[in-house]
């Protein structure tokens, strides 16, 4: 079993081997917001920082993190500002710029750690339109990046009315809360982790007008910042994806710049990929990939 009642929204338990040294930490952004992070220290050269989806946590990725350390990486997870345990209001940006300022920080942060190790990043769903506009502004920090059912498009239905009121909310940086995101039938079909989504007290269900508008704006330029993106790139799609639409992933893929450029999928996965009962073939090639790159 990876979920244990007593560690609230933890998939599995960081641990610690004779080659593994796990560790968490809070960093201090220079605007004094702290943001919390994940380690799993190893000897190798390349390093992987995994950045979670709407609403999401680093803990949902610790299980991911055991196993790609114990195949050689050394792997970080950060939870974003204002999600898990890092602070800031709440599901709540004025300025998108802030995610991709907080993303440079904390892999400044890894490179004074491991100042020879190549930098990688994994954005799994919304944390794959913060890797676009981080990869497509700052590839010179990264030997590579990898795409987990990034949210290019989504087939969510949500009323005319209810998305002007966000919209004209966001506008004016409106701090109202909306739940616009569904439940866990649409994230899993692992029943251990769907009973594990059910009790997370740290998964941030409802964001604000701002936040969606800023997302928005975000989500909206990522096809144009995958041009720009010229570094080797690895796009990860679950074929049982109900949070996102395939099609549009492959969009993505199709957009990048990129001339080392690859695209895998996995027909029995769902969206949230790493909380799958058997990960085992996406780790193997995520692994591979990095070490051919």
Sequence with gaps: MRYQQEAIGDWGQMLDTPTITTSTEELTAADGCTLFLRGWKTSSPNVLLLMHGLGAHSGW??????????????????????????????????????????????????????PDAKLYILGHSMGGIFASHFA??????????????????????????????????????????????????????????????????????????????????????????????????????????????????HDLYNALGSSDKTWLTYPTYAHDSELEADRSQMDNDIVEWIGKH
């Design 136 to 249: 497509s502004a700052h590839q010179d920090k990264l030997a590579g990046v990898i795409f987990l059912n990034p949210w290019v498009r989504d087939g969510s239905k949500v009323s005319l009315g209810m998305t002007l009121r966000v919209l004209f909310g966001g506008l004016v940086k409106s701090k109202r809360y909306w739940t616009l995101a569904g439940g866990t039938e649409g994230m899993t079909t692992n029943p251990e982790a769907a009973r594990m989504l059910g009790e997370d007290t740290y998964w941030r269900r409802a964001e604000t007008s701002s936040f969606f508008f800023q997302i928005l704006q975000m989500r909206s330029a990522i096809l144009a910042r995958a041009r720009h993106i010229t570094i080797p790139a690895l796009v990860l799609q679950a074929e049982q994806d109900k949070s996102v639409i395939v099609e549009a992933s």
């Design 61 to 114: 990725f610790i299980d991911m993190g055991n196993e790609l350390a114990a195949r050689g990486l050394t792997v970080y997870a950060m939870d974003h500002r204002g999600f898990g345990r890092s602070k800031g209001l709440s599901g709540h940006i004025d300025a998108y710029q802030t995610f991709v300022n907080d993303i440079g920080f904390v892999l400044d942060e890894i490179r004074k750690r491991h």
